[in-house]
């Protein structure tokens, strides 16, 4: 367990099978491989372990400004400390005894990987748990040099291009 802010960080045991106990006043969930890219967690998709979540509090904040010749009051919000943690072997993430208020999640996409869930703030109440599970797809297959990009097509360069591709028809 990792003090961090006001919040306390608690890292999940390697080899955990089980989803953390999400307790009062927690975010937890699981980044996995979208096979189907539906934004869903089904049977079958695995977690992906070591992928790094970060957890911001968004703060609400008054601003005064002065706009068409009269004095208008503005909210905004920004962010205040964020704090991070690593997915387990099974894909597994817990942000545990977090006060109330609005959290933005956001995860470091690892490379050749597309996150496929939209993440929207999380409003979190003082004795609330949430789960919110992140889907990622794979954008490459790796071939002997060669791989495979999103429209199916056969690539021997790492830029993109249809350059000296091998389409595969069969």
């Known amino acids: 367990t990792t003090t961090c802010g006001a919040a306390v960080l608690t890292v ?20 996995f491989n979208d096979l189907n890219k539906n934004e869903k ?8 372990a070591g992928w790094t979540v970060r957890l911001s509090k968004l703060v609400r904040n008054h601003h005064w400004r002065w706009h068409n010749n009269r004095w208008n009051d ?21 942000f545990a005894n977090l006060p109330a208020g609005t ?6 996409v690892m490379s050749n990987w597309k996150q496929t869930t939209d993440l929207d703030s999380v409003y ?8 919110v ?14 791989w495979r990009g999103s429209s199916g ?4 360069g790492d830029d993109g291009s249809d350059d000296n591709d091998w389409h595969d028809n069969g």
């Open 41 to 48: 967690l089904n049977a079958g998709e695995m977690g992906l």
């Open 74 to 94: 503005d909210w905004y919000h920004s962010t205040s400390t964020t704090m991070m943690t690593t997915t387990d072997a099974n894909g597994y993430y817990v």
């Open 133 to 146: 599970n992140i889907g990622n797809t794979h954008n490459k297959t790796h071939h002997q040099g060669w």
């Open 124 to 131: 979190l109440a003082s004795t609330s748990a949430k789960v």
């Open 12 to 31: 999940l045991a390697v080899g955990s099978t089980t989803p953390p106990v999400a307790g009062a006043g927690s975010i937890s969930g699981k980044v």
């Open 153 to 156: 097509n056969w690539h021997n």
């Open 103 to 108: 959290y933005k999640i956001t995860e470091d």
